[in-house]
């Protein structure tokens, strides 16, 4: 079992940045690929970063590219989304995720973190 808990939501105005965070407890990150993935009000769930279980693959969802980065503190069983350059579009609640390795569904979520970028 792994327990999610994202961190680091809050209001920021357009042009803005934020570092949101996801404490994983229960299982060390070795053993689970890490997913980000935001839901903007009323928007589907839409994909947004994925960082693998060795912290050595990462990549973001084309919408964000060049502005979001992903990394990962496996020592501190942590996964961060650096999110730069914001724009209202941006606004919605971030999940993390956790999947095993080699499985193509996620297995566990966060509660969500909430991002409004508004002046």
């Known amino acids: 079992q792994v327990q999610l808990v994202e961190s680091g939501g809050g209001l920021v105005q357009p042009g803005g940045s934020l570092r949101l965070s996801c404490a994983a407890s229960?299982?060390?990150?070795?053993?689970?690929?890490m997913g980000w993935f935001r839901r903007a009000p009323g928007k589907e769930r839409e994909f947004v970063g994925f960082?693998?279980?060795?912290?050595?693959?990462?990549y973001v969802a084309d919408s964000v590219k060049g502005r979001f980065t992903v990394s990962s503190d496996n020592d501190k069983s942590t996964v961060y989304l650096h999110m730069n350059s914001l724009r209202s579009d941006d606004t919605g609640v971030y999940y993390c995720?956790?999947?095993?390795?080699?499985?193509?569904?996620?297995?566990?979520w966060g509660q969500g973190t909430p991002v409004t970028v508004s002046s």
């Open positions: 229960g299982r060390t990150l070795n053993s689970y690929d």
């Open positions: 960082v693998s279980w060795s912290g050595m693959l990462t």
């Open positions: 995720a956790a999947k095993r390795r080699g499985n193509t569904q996620y297995d566990y």
